[in-house]
């Protein structure tokens, strides 16, 4: 079996090129069986996985827990919100206590960025990112990158633009680390205050005018308003906002080409997007929920082949 470079998924700048094509090739044959009347395929049989969650999730932990169900591992769900670590208890220390149980992976999303590579020095199981902080969150970049190859074909040369909260956004980093790895070209497009100070050393274009970065496009991935982690005021209102940089169905139909629209969830209807653009046959962002079981069935299917040393 082909392995991946790493024994753990803790960011997009930890993987090469060749694993990112990997676990597409992987992906494509899962997304195979997702579709099969008999969905489960017993690959992991005898491995056990945590998912070991200290921020809310819907969707991602949703994802992850049906594509280890799909390939028959046995799962344990941990949440902070129950836990001892409301008594104090350390992230090493928690983890320890659920590997002594004999836990082979770690599926982990932890508010701290750089969580994950800090566990993989104490830890001998593999640890897959599934979001620290406003770091990255490499799962979603890689069923992004996979849903615009479905979509557009190779990715080489195509025009992706992120558009909206940038600053306090995981996905950007790791979509924009993705992207690049695979020859597209990126813009971001936001408000100046919602956009990191030095997001052009990264080699992306930058823009505050959102119909010429749509022009310019073949892609747009529309990032939500976090406000959860905003402890400014960084514009004056929703509405204003949704005014300078919502997407319409009328602002679609007057482009000279059509492009596709992402979202990688929860979608703000009305706010970056409206409910008429994110139902429109442009929209992929239910295309990017299938395929984000099947990228994760890849992941935990390759690394559950890299030996443990």
């Known amino acids: 079996m082909s392995q991946l470079s790493s024994k753990h998924l803790l960011g997009i700048s930890n993987i090469t090129v060749d694993d990112i094509n990997l676990i597409f090739k992987?992906?494509?044959?899962?997304?195979?069986?997702?579709?099969?009347p008999i969905k489960k395929v017993p690959s992991l049989r005898d491995i056990?996985?945590?998912?070991?969650?200290?921020?809310?999730?819907?969707?991602?932990?949703?994802?992850?827990?049906?594509a280890e169900k799909r390939l028959s591992a046995d799962v344990i769900n941990f949440s902070s919100s129950n836990s001892s670590v409301k008594k104090g208890e350390t992230l090493i220390d928690t983890v320890n206590n659920i590997l002594a149980m004999k836990v082979d992976m770690v599926v982990m999303r932890h508010p701290a960025p750089g969580a994950h590579q800090f566990l993989s020095r104490h830890i001998d199981a593999n640890i897959i990112n599934a979001g620290d902080g406003?770091?990255?969150?490499?799962?979603q970049a890689l069923l992004d990158a996979f849903s615009i190859r479905e979509a557009l074909g190779d990715l080489k040369d195509k025009k992706i633009a992120i558009i909206g909260d940038i600053l306090h956004s995981r996905v950007a980093l790791s979509n924009i680390y993705c992207l690049q790895k695979l020859g597209a070209k990126v813009t971001v497009?936001?408000?100046?205050?919602?956009?990191?100070?030095?997001?052009?050393?990264?080699?992306?274009?930058?823009?505050?005018?959102?119909?010429?970065?749509?022009?310019?496009?073949?892609?747009?991935?529309m990032l939500r308003i976090q406000l959860?982690?905003?402890?400014?005021?960084?514009?004056?209102?929703?509405?204003?906002?949704?005014?300078?940089?919502?997407?319409?169905?009328?602002?679609?139909?007057?482009?000279?080409?059509?492009?596709?629209?992402?979202?990688?969830?929860?979608?703000?209807?009305?706010?970056?997007?409206?409910?008429?653009?994110?139902?429109?046959?442009?929209?992929?962002?239910?295309?990017?929920?299938?395929?984000?079981?099947?990228?994760?069935?890849?992941?935990?299917?390759?690394?559950?082949?890299?030996?443990?040393?």
């Not at 992987?26 to 099969?36: G, L």
Request: charged share 20%.
């Open 134 to 139: 406003t770091h990255e969150h490499p799962t």
């Open 26 to 36: 992987t992906a494509e044959n899962f997304k195979q069986v997702i579709n099969r």
């Open 189 to 221: 497009c936001g408000p100046p205050t919602l956009l990191p100070k030095h997001i052009g050393s990264l080699g992306v274009e930058v823009s505050h005018n959102l119909q010429e970065t749509l022009e310019w496009c073949d892609c747009a991935n």
């Open 48 to 66: 056990t996985i945590a998912n070991v969650f200290f921020e809310n999730s819907t969707r991602t932990k949703i994802s992850f827990e049906l």
């Open 228 to 309: 959860e982690r905003q402890e400014d005021k960084y514009f004056p209102s929703l509405r204003e906002y949704s005014l300078q940089y919502g997407i319409t169905m009328p602002m679609l139909k007057n482009l000279k080409k059509e492009i596709i629209l992402m979202q990688p969830g929860p979608i703000n209807r009305g706010g970056e997007i409206t409910s008429e653009v994110a139902d429109s046959e442009q929209s992929i962002i239910l295309n990017q929920v299938e395929n984000g079981v099947a990228i994760r069935m890849a992941i935990l299917y390759l690394l559950a082949g890299k030996p443990n040393s």
